[in-house]
């Protein structure tokens, strides 16, 4: 049996992970662009949000989905924790929603986020 090549298999590496990478860019787009899309139908319908509304709220959704998403990013290269995102997301989210809010850490925990499979439980229930 021949010695594998490493260089091609590095390569066929590199290939897959870029193919990866670029999957994970489509998806992170993607599911950005069915939240912002899911929040203007639900804007629309209970709230009758219009047209002059809805691209307020466009707007406004995409340019604090920037800053978070920055402030996220700036704040990981030297707390990979990202203690002050979630300090400064928690504290906004208190100021529009109450007290009552849940932690950042149990939003986010993966449990609690939101998967196809659980979404399948649920119309099961």
Do not use: W
Not at 53 to 74: G, I, K, N, P
Not at 78 to 88: F, G, H, Q, R, S
């Amino acid at each position: 049996m021949p010695k594998p090549n490493t260089y091609v298999q590095l390569l066929q590496a590199q290939k897959a992970i870029q193919q990866l990478q670029h999957d994970n860019h489509v998806i992170k787009g993607f599911t950005v662009q069915q939240c912002l899309d899911v929040a203007l139908i639900a804007l629309h319908n209970e709230f009758h949000f219009g047209p002059k509304m809805t691209a307020r709220f466009e707007s406004a959704f995409l340019d604090t989905f920037m800053a978070y998403a920055q402030m996220c990013v700036d704040d990981a290269v030297d707390d990979p924790e990202i203690v002050y995102t979630k300090e400064k997301m928690d504290r906004a989210l208190r100021a529009a929603c109450g007290e009552n809010i849940r932690p950042f850490e149990e939003r986010y925990a993966i449990e609690n986020l939101y998967f196809r499979e659980k979404l399948k439980e649920k119309s099961h229930e």
